[in-house]
Every structure is written in C-alpha cells, then in structure tokens.
DNA sequence: CTGAAAATTTGCAGAGTATGCACAAATTGT
DNA sequence: ACAATTTGTGCATACTCTGCAAATTTTCAG
C-alpha cells in the first residue's frame, strides 16, 4: 500500500527533478549549481544528495528497469526467426511503455539533447546493461542448440548480435524523439528492422 | 624542429600519466587523488590540471587522430563492395597504428576494463566521433549517386551504418586486448568482417 | 654571453561537488 | 499518545577544478 511517507518521497523527487531541469534548459547545465536547485526545490543540499547522489544523477534517467522473467523466457525460448527483431522488440518494450509526465520527460530530452555531457553519460548509462542482454542471447542460442563447443566464438556473437541490436536502439531513440514520441512500440521495431534489413540486404561481402 | 621545451613537455604529460596510472591499478581509481599523482610526479596541482583539465582526463586516452584527407577521399571515392569492411578498416588503422609505450598501453587498458566508470566513459569518448564517420558515409553515398530525393532516410542509413560498425568496433577491441594487442589490422578487419557476414547472413527477417 | 620576451609552473583564494555523522522532525503502527 | 522507524537538516571536512598574478624556465635576437 501507498503510504504518506512514500507518496511525500515521490513529490519530493519529482519536485528536485523539474526544478533541475527546468534550472538546465533556462541556464544551461554547467551553470546550475546544486544550491540553486535547492532553492527552488526547498530542500536542503544535504536531501539534494540523499536523494541523487550527485548533480548529475537528478539528469540522468533513473535506471530503466530491466525485462522480468516471463518477458526474457519468451525471448529465449521463443521461435521468432530474428534474434534482431526479438530482442530489440524486448528492449524497446520497456523503454516505451513508460506512463509517466510527459511535459517533464520531453523537458528532459531536450536538455540531455543540448548538453554534450549529458548525451554521453546517457548513452554509457544505456550501454552499461549490454552484459545483461548478451546473456540472455546466450542463453537463446543454447535454447537452439547451439554451444560454445560447435562455435568457439559463440559469445563474440552475441556480443555483436547485442551492440549491433543497441546501435539500431539509439537510431531508434533518436527517430521516437523527432516524433514527439508518439510512435508506438509496433512502429519503432517495424522502422528499425526495416532499416537493418535494407542495410545487411546491401551488402555484397568479398 | 623539437625543442626542449617540447621534449620537457612530452616527459613531464607522460610522467604524470604513468603515475597516476600505477597508483590506480594499486589503489583503485576511486581511491587515488590528485595530490598524490602530483606528489608521485612532483609536480604542482595546478599543473596537472594544466595538463589535463580533470582527474579523469589523465586516465582517458588522448583523443584519436581523425582519419586525414587521403584516407577519407579512399573512402568515400573508394571502389570496395563492403561499406562495413571499408568504414571499419579506415578506423581500426587509426586506432591500432599507434606506436606508442606498450607496456603502459596495457597498464592504462587494464586499469580501465576494471573499472567500470572510466570503461563508460571510454566508450563515451569512442562514440563521441561517430558523427564525424555518419558524413563521410554520406559522402560515400552520394559519391555512388544515391541521394535523400530517392532515400528520404539516407541519413539514418549512414548512421546505422557506423552504428554497427562501430559496434564491430567495440568487440574487435575487447578481442584486440585479450590477444594482448598482437594482432595487425587485416586480423582484425578479417575477423570483425567474418563475424558480421555470419550474423547478418544467419537472420531470416518476416 | 646577456637581457628581454615568451612559455611554463606554481601558490593561493575561492567556488562547487560530495560524504559522514549526529541530531531534529515527521510518520507509522500500536 | 507514545515508542520505533524513517526522513530531513546542519555542520565539518575532503576533494575537484578555475582564475589570477607572481616566480621560474626556456628561447632567441643582438
């Protein structure tokens, strides 16, 4: 059950966030001290960092929860025939599906988008979970037979099938952005796969 | 001409380096200040900032030598059939010709990959230059005759394109370290390309 | 060789970020 | 209402980083 203490927590950090970023889009990010933000947050710098941890953690988003159980066992196990098109699909569905403000998260985006700094860090904070995405394409390929004694390199592979399938997710990222995010999950996956398609499809390979 | 200015220059930026790099892989990142890489390379604080403007900057490689006109030109006006193979070869030159002090090569390497910041933002600073890449693909693009009347998306093509092949990138170093960087660039432009061509190739798209 | 010019290094003051700790205030469950 | 628990704050302190001016070193022309 919700309680006062929760729901006063949330306000709170919500409150610290818009107050950031709204601090950031007037002043330009280098020039927010955490002291402004407290000021027009009321809360002690002391709360800033027991709630963030470090000025830049009140930018960067919160950490994207990663998929549950019964989305990674349909991924393993299922019979999609592009190990592509199945896990970008998983990835995106938990990047998408987030109900939250949307006047603040396009706030947020664009502030991230105009501060190099910021970009950056996004980026390293999205491709810190990669190790947790080539193991379940491990695990799909041994799920398909496929082992580490027939081909040495399996792991290579899906580190690439992964940073191939995370490159297509910033590429994406960008695209969702420009629409306002208003795509769907279906339009994002259709989009990129096409896109990845006509990309391998091209090449002819000495 | 060098001067000895230059060359005081060079021992001092590289003094500093290989301390601060020894005392991180003794005492770990977190744990090493600033004062005590300037104690270990007797120099004064305000010349380590001199120098590299940030705790971290010492720790991050200097940045990379964009590819020089000839190359880009061999590039874009470039006959191969594989613009993966031909954009990936034109990094890996610049990133693996690099005559540099091996031995702290390896110990800035190892000090990175065991520590999770600094390996993020190395990836960061890698992906900083992809724009620079996404245009000289476009100009390979154009070069060929396509052009974003007949693909309103070129542009995205051009960044998946280096999106992936900077992907490639990012494995083919982890692979280039573990052979303990013996490997010349055909190895590795052989076995990224080798690599891509299976995963590309195994995908059956709906 | 010598002295002025230019580049480099340094000390210092100060702003900003971040952490530990103890205490005050608010909330919860009884 | 009260004891326990959680949350917020003040304070001291360490560390990163910048601007500025003075001190030092290197360069180079005469």
Redesign the pocket.
């Known amino acids: 059950m919700e ?4 729901r ?2 949330a306000a ?1 950090r919500h409150s610290i966030r818009r107050a950031a970023t709204l601090l950031g889009l007037q002043h330009g990010y280098e020039n ?4 402004m933000i407290c000021d027009a947050s ?6 800033f ?3 963030f ?5 009140v930018y960067i988003s919160s950490p994207k929860p990663t998929p549950n159980q019964t989305q990674v066992k349909a991924f393993v196990e299922g019979t999609g025939s592009s190990v592509f098109g199945d896990l970008f699909s998983m990835i995106a569905e938990k990047i998408v599906d987030n109900d939250a403000d949307l006047e603040y998260f396009r706030e947020r985006h664009q502030l991230i988008q105009q501060t190099p700094e910021l970009l950056n860090r996004e980026k390293a904070r999205i491709s810190e979970t990669e190790d947790v995405f080539v193991g379940y394409v491990m695990d799909r390929f041994r799920f398909r037979g496929r082992s580490e004694k027939e081909t040495p390199d399996l792991m290579d592979e899906a580190r690439m099938v992964v940073s191939l399938v995370f490159g297509a997710m910033r590429y994406t990222m960008q695209k969702w952005a420009t629409s306002n995010f208003a795509d769907t999950r279906e339009d994002l996956v259709l989009g990129a796969s096409r896109l990845i398609q006509r990309i391998t499809k091209n090449e002819h390979w000495p």
Not at 53 to 57: L, M, Q, Y
């Open positions: 309680t006062l203490r929760d006063k927590r709170t927010v001290t955490v002291d009321m809360v002690s710098a002391r709360t960092f027991n709630y941890g470090s000025k830049e953690g």
